[in-house]
């Protein structure tokens, strides 16, 4: 090693054990969490987010490796610094008794937070109790939570984080601006009910890049006032696909305007892979039909490729009142079983389509 390759590791290594100490640091353990995978740790993960936050420079809230059952996380702001980090090297598990969650709507929610980082860690709200339930039709079940909700937030980071078994939605971003997710990593079985990958809406800039979505519902589903989103190499499969839709449920919704998924979307075994449904209408009661106020413009679907587990791979159906408008797709070829081909099926839609185009465009 030569004396300025020495003296420039040295000045690294000063640099980064310097920046280390400097950001303020709160381990949840060392605040008396305990990583049994029992005993309750939502008060001290409540201190250490209380104190990072209120940290008047960088700070992180450290989970160590381990498992730590917590019960509904409140991680608001706004904090006094804008750069929290949640570093997480092991897994937070959610009470067994599924109504403690199901009742409060969301597991582990940021909110009103600028500037926030969550990295790595397994969260698994352990649904299987809840979709039983469910799936017995009693009456007594709970809605049941998101795992991870932001909300009204900006400049939000989530890497390599995975979701397994949520109650309801995995990940939820609403009302946010400039949000990352990359790397995540999204379990829950073909047969749960209503345990989308990743919800979008009234938000703007969020892009969605290198993750893998296996769930029981939508891989990701886009709401009303979703615009610039960018979607990039998520493999999506077994559930549904990358969804438009829920939309037309209430009268004044706001657009979804340039969304963009591109470069390597992998379909496997995926109901309608992809999907725009603006006359949607859970129970088709009091819904405004037909005439959903949402407009939907410039959808771009770039290399979505793989299989549809429903012969109508592509659909889109959009309201007359309000035509989807200004749809392209470039190489998109999905197929349905064995030698029967996929369809395509289009409502009130209209755009261009270049390159590959299987199956055959409905424009
Ligand atoms: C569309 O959204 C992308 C980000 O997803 C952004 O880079 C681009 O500028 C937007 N285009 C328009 C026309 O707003
Ligand atoms: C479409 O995908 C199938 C299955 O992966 C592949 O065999 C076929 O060559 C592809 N077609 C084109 C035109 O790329």
């Known amino acids: 090693m030569t ?74 702001g706004p904090c006094k610094n804008s750069d929290v980090t949640v570093r997480i090297d092991g897994t937070l598990v959610a009470p067994e008794n599924y109504f403690v969650l199901g009742k409060a709507r969301y597991w ?6 600028h500037g926030v980082t969550i990295v790595g860690g397994t969260v698994d ?14 009456k007594n079940c709970p809605d049941g939570a998101t795992s991870l909700a932001i909300s009204n937030s900006n400049n939000v980071k989530v890497y390599g984080l995975t979701s397994v078994n949520s109650q309801m939605f995995h990940i939820v971003v609403n009302g946010c601006k400039n949000v990352r997710v990359v790397g995540v990593n999204v379990v829950a079985p073909a047969d749960s009910p209503n345990t989308d ?14 993750s893998k979505i296996s ?7 886009i709401g009303p006032g979703a615009t610039d989103l960018w979607v990039e190499n998520v493999a999506c499969g077994p559930g549904h696909g990358i969804s438009i ?32 449904d603006q006359n949607y209408c859970p129970g088709h009661k009091n819904c405004p039909n037909q005439v959903s106020g949402v ?12 299989t549809s587990a429903t ?25 349905f079983k064995n030698k029967v081909p996929a369809s395509a099926y289009c409502v009130n839609a209209g755009g261009k389509t270049s390159g590959v185009m299987k199956p055959t465009s409905c424009f």
């Not at 709200?125 to 009693?138: E, F, I, M, V």
């Not at 791979?313 to 999905?334: E, G, H, W």
């Open 295 to 306: 407009r939907i413009s410039n959808v771009k679907y770039q290399d979505v490729h793989g």
């Open 3 to 76: 004396n300025h390759l020495l003296l420039s590791a040295i000045i690294t290594t000063i640099f980064f054990t310097g920046t280390a100490t400097s950001a303020a640091t709160y381990n949840v353990k060392k605040l008396g969490a305990k990583p049994d995978g029992k005993t309750d740790s939502t008060k001290p993960f409540t201190d250490a987010w209380s104190r990072a936050c209120g940290s008047n420079k960088p700070a992180t809230v450290y989970v160590p490796k381990g498992t730590f059952m917590v019960g509904g996380l409140r991680f608001s």
């Open 215 to 221: 769930t029981g519902d939508d891989c990701v589903s």
């Open 311 to 335: 012969k109508v791979a592509v659909r889109f159906d959009c309201s007359k009142k309000y035509p989807c408008k200004r749809i392209t797709m470039q190489d998109v070829n999905l197929s």
């Open 197 to 210: 990958g990743i919800h979008v809406q009234l938000s703007t800039g969020v892009t969605i890049l290198d």
């Open 108 to 113: 582990l929610r940021f909110q009103h937070v």
């Open 125 to 138: 709200a352990r649904g299987a109790g809840l979709w039983a339930c469910k799936s017995s039709r009693s």
């Open 245 to 276: 839709g829920s939309l037309g449920k209430d009268y004044n919704e706001q657009g979804v305007k340039n969304v963009t998924v591109k470069r390597n979307a992998i379909m496997t075994n995926v109901e309608n892979p992809i999907l725009i």
